[in-house]
């Protein structure tokens, strides 16, 4: 089992950045793959990025890449998302989410339906 909790968002202007923090309880967080999800009111859920359990793999949504970078330190069971050059299009709430099938392999999922546990989310509201 694994919980995760979402943290850093907030009220910000276009052109500012903010990091995105995911902390991970269980001792297994280090096996798994995470993501990164946003959804909008009325949307799906939209991929953001993942990155795979040794920082081996980090795959990005064409709306990310280029601005938004996803690191890991499986030392402090934490995962971020460092979110630069926003727009208001980022608005959205965050979530975090970890794969326990693919355990060990560099295997990162898009999907939202490839993810097993999931945070509560973090507000992100980007003003223009």
């Known amino acids: 089992q694994v919980q995760l909790v979402e943290s850093g968002g907030g009220l910000v202007q276009a052109g500012d950045s903010l990091r995105l923090s995911c902390a991970a309880s269980g001792r297994t967080f280090m096996n798994y793959a995470m993501g990164w999800f946003r959804q909008s009111p009325g949307k799906e859920r939209d991929f953001v990025g993942g990155?795979?359990?040794?920082?081996?793999?980090?795959i990005y949504a064409d709306s990310a890449k280029g601005r938004f970078t996803i690191s890991r330190d499986n030392g402090k069971n934490m995962v971020y998302l460092q979110m630069n050059s926003l727009k208001p299009e980022d608005t959205a709430i965050y979530y975090c989410a970890a794969d326990a099938r693919y355990v060990g392999a560099n295997f990162v999922s898009p999907r939202p339906d490839g993810y097993d546990y999931w945070g509560q989310g973090t507000q992100v509201t980007v003003s223009s």
């Open positions: 990155i795979s359990w040794n920082n081996a793999n980090t």
